[in-house]
């Protein structure tokens, strides 16, 4: 890559790498988390779940296709900053409206290429996400207590700086079948489009509307939707949650799903270095079989929070045993349904008394593969069965 000024990214623990910056000019801070899509970078840059964090490509290279706004998740890029190994100095695409740097300049993003991404993943699996700053024009020593001083992604509440001010409406195609509120935490575009395409009618909800303004909908379904940070602080968004379960059918995505654990009583906590990528398989605890997803999220929901026993320690392959059979809540029983090969981590789970259930992937897959787009015809079931 030729051109841009010497840049460096320095993490809170005092590593420091060397690049160019290829995007906006500035110091930025940001958590820093790997990603392992081998494509889809517009779709990542503007997922409103990365908001707070800088992405570390994993692939060698990006940038090869262009951008396009037909990509797009949100309006714009979400993310706090953007790391590359090789930016591609031509694009080519029949779809390309545009270059990917002048796109990061553009769009006011923190961009560097050259940087040595192995050398920095490996550092982020090994010690975890953590904190770090990058810029160009600054020292070392600049960047390093920048990165020190940024905040944790423990704790923060994110979901206010992304959701909708105001409710907007997208509607069915072809034959309705219903009408469906998002309560939007960071809803990617694709969702909204995903549920449109099956007839349902969107009305896309503030994440501070409360129960009773969203029931005033009369809905047929909720669902409750992706987005950055930490489930934790989002109290009044999970006792809205809580108050809806039982009364329409709810599917939770991602951050969704972390939030209707919290609504169920469950505990929530923070991964290592989180599940960034397009390639995360995921095995099905009915049938045994193994979907590969997309996935972007660094807390997980904690189901052994509510059982009488503690955890197993994992000992060899990922197996069933990881998690609880099932557990008891105020709402009744909930069944994991879904669990992640790589750690064993809960990815799904659904309510046996009350119409509802909840993943921790990605189904619309922008980026990523398909395997899980018919849990979208499933929360249709759902619905459909309510009515």
């Known amino acids: 890559m030729t051109g841009g000024k010497p840049a460096l990214l320095a ?14 000019d500035g110091v930025t801070t940001g958590e820093a988390v790997f ?8 779709e990542i840059l503007t997922d409103p779940s990365y908001a707070g964090q800088i992405v570390v490509m994993t692939v060698s290279h990006v940038g090869n296709y262009g951008v396009t706004e037909a990509d797009a998740q949100s309006s714009g890029p979400a993310v706090s900053g ?24 553009d769009k006011g993003v923190v961009a560097l290429t050259d940087i040595d991404t192995r050398r920095l993943t490996r550092c982020l699996r090994d010690r975890g996400a953590m904190p770090a700053a990058m ?16 905040p944790s992604m423990k704790g923060r509440d994110l979901v206010s700086a992304v959701s909708t001010p105001k409710p907007y409406r997208s509607a069915a195609i072809g034959e309705r079948r219903g009408l469906v509120a998002v309560i939007d935490l960071g809803v990617k575009r694709d969702i909204i489009t995903s549920l449109t395409a099956r007839g349902l ?6 994440a501070g509307a409360g129960a009773d303004e969203i029931g005033g909908l009369s ?49 929530t906590y923070k991964l290592p270095f989180g599940h960034h990528g397009g390639n995360h398989p995921v095995r099905r605890m009915g049938d045994g079989g193994v979907e590969i997803t997309a996935q972007n999220h660094g807390f997980a929901v904690d189901l052994w929070s ?5 955890a197993p320690e994992r000992d060899g392959p990922v197996g069933p045993a990881l998690l609880p059979e099932s557990v008891d809540t105020e709402l ?8 992640n090969l790589n750690d064993g981590t809960l990815e799904g789970m659904t309510f046996e008394d009350v119409p509802a259930f909840s993943i921790q992937y990605h189904p619309e897959a922008a980026p990523g593969p398909n395997d899980a787009a018919p849990v979208f015809d499933r929360f249709v079931e759902l619905i459909e069965k309510s009515l």
Request: charge should be negative.
């Open 11 to 24: 993490t809170a623990d005092g590593a420091v790498f060397r690049g160019r910056s290829v995007g906006a």
């Open 35 to 42: 990603n392992t899509s081998m494509t889809g970078y517009q």
């Open 82 to 105: 953007f790391v590359m190994r090789s930016l591609s100095r031509r694009e080519w695409s029949p779809r390309s409206e545009g270059d990917l740097g002048d796109y990061l300049r």
């Open 135 to 150: 810029g160009a024009g600054v020292t070392e020593a600049e960047l390093v207590a920048a990165a020190a001083e940024a």
């Open 201 to 206: 009618d969107v009305v896309v909800m503030p």
């Open 219 to 267: 809905p047929d379904g909720v669902l409750v939707s992706n987005g950055p940070g930490d489930p934790e602080p989002l109290r009044a968004v999970t006792d809205t949650v809580r108050a809806l379960l039982g009364e329409h059918p709810v599917f939770g995505i991602c951050l969704g799903h972390q939030v209707l654990g919290l609504a169920a009583g469950a505990r």
């Open 306 to 310: 509510l059982a009488d026993g503690a």
């Open 332 to 339: 009744g029983a909930v069944r994991p349904t879904h669990q």
